[in-house]
Structure formats: C-alpha cells, structure tokens
T-cell receptor
C-alpha cells in the first residue's frame, strides 16, 4: 500500500462544476503540499498545509490531521484548471518527502 | 521577480556524455531543491541545500550524479557519464524559511533531458 494515495486518478468534468481531489496518507506528517503541473510540464506550488484550511482564489485546501486526509477543492472550474494535481507529504520523523501519484483533471468547456 | 531559472530547457545527449543542468533560485531564498520526474517513478527529491550546504542527498540515484551550490544564486546538477535511463525532466525549486521541506517551494520550468 502506498503511503500517500490520491483519488481519483483521473477526473473529467464540465466547466463550472465543483471539483474535489482527495489525498490520504498513512504516516505522521509535519506538512502537506498541493502542487499543480500543467500539460506543458511546469509545476506550481499551490498550498502548504499543516492544519486547517487555506484559500487562494477559487482553490481551497483542507487538512484533517486526525483522519490523515486532505482535500483540494476547485470552485467554478474552468478549462484552464486542467492539469495534474499532486499531493506530497513531509514525514515528521525523518523529513522524508513522499509524493502521491497525482490526479489528472480535465475540465471541458 | 523572475522566478526560479533553469537552463537548458531541453538537452539531448548521447550515452556516456557529461550533462550539466543549471539552476538560479529566487533571490533571497535559502533552500534549493533538485527533483527528477519520470513516468515510472513520478517526482523524486534528489538533493537539497540550505545556505549552499547539502543537507540531504539520499535521493541521488548513484555516484554518477553530483550537485553543487557554489554560491547562493547558482547550483548545478551533473551526470557523468549519462545513461538512457537518466532521461527525465529535472526540476529545481527554491524556498525561504526555517523549515526547509515544509516551506512553500517555488519550482523552475524544468530541464527535459534525453539521453540517446
């Protein structure tokens, strides 16, 4: 079993839909990153979370430390949100960085 | 701010050749990270520096890989000799803060390396 699991692996939705991408992990962490990788390959760091909730524009990230779960939400989705969204955790015992496999999101106009 | 700058953006070389990838972090950032991304293994952290000093190089795949950071504004990742299995996209990222990996990282555009 992978220590960081993302779901779904692939998601196709219509423009305007509310999107949720999930990340579950099995290790103790000190922080969790959400990153976005566009079709051209560039990576953008979206959020770094250690507790609670963060919001930036139409993006919202939440984390529940007790349940070892984080979600990334996109409101009013747009075709330009199409990308791979990657969750990564920092293990608190050894500072190891563990990556999820990514969720490929396609938003159709 | 120009963001993290990487060069070259694309590199095609033959097996056995030396490859040098370059990175200029965001000015003022004191952490620098080198990552490798492949279809098979996803995104892997190779090595990271704090204030130009290597902190953790446990992700460097083998002795053919070496990384240096001679000053706060420049780092290199060298592969010698290169092999086809080194073909990947190599990302550099930088961050500012006290926690290293737990601070928000800013990624460069990546270098796409193809070893024939």
């Amino acid at each position: 079993k992978n220590e960081v699991e993302q779901s779904p692996q692939n998601l196709t939705a219509q423009e305007g839909e509310f999107i949720t991408i999930n990340c579950s992990y099995s290790v103790g962490i000190s922080a969790l990153h959400w990153l976005q990788q566009h079709p051209g390959g560039g990576i953008v760091s979206l959020f770094m979370l250690s507790s609670g909730k963060k919001k930036h524009g139409r993006l919202i990230a939440t984390i529940n430390i007790q349940e070892k779960h984080s979600s990334l939400h996109i409101t009013a989705s747009h075709p330009r949100d199409s990308a791979v969204y990657i969750c990564a955790v920092i293990v608190d015992s050894n500072y190891q960085l563990i990556w999820g496999a990514g969720t490929k999101l396609i938003i159709k106009p | 701010d120009a963001g993290v700058i990487q060069s070259p953006r694309h590199e095609v070389t033959e097996m056995g050749q030396e490859v040098t990838l370059r990175c200029k972090p965001i000015s003022g950032h004191d952490y620098l990270f080198w990552y490798r991304q492949t279809m098979m293994r996803g995104l892997e952290l190779l090595i990271y520096f704090n204030n130009n000093v290597p902190i953790d190089d446990s992700g460097m795949p083998e002795d053919r890989f070496s990384a240096k950071m001679p000053n706060a504004s420049f780092s290199t990742l060298k592969i010698q000799p290169s092999e086809p299995r080194d073909s990947a996209v190599y990302f550099c990222a930088s961050s500012f803060g006290t926690s290293g990996l737990t601070d928000t990282q800013y990624f460069g555009p990546g270098t796409r390396l193809t070893v024939l």
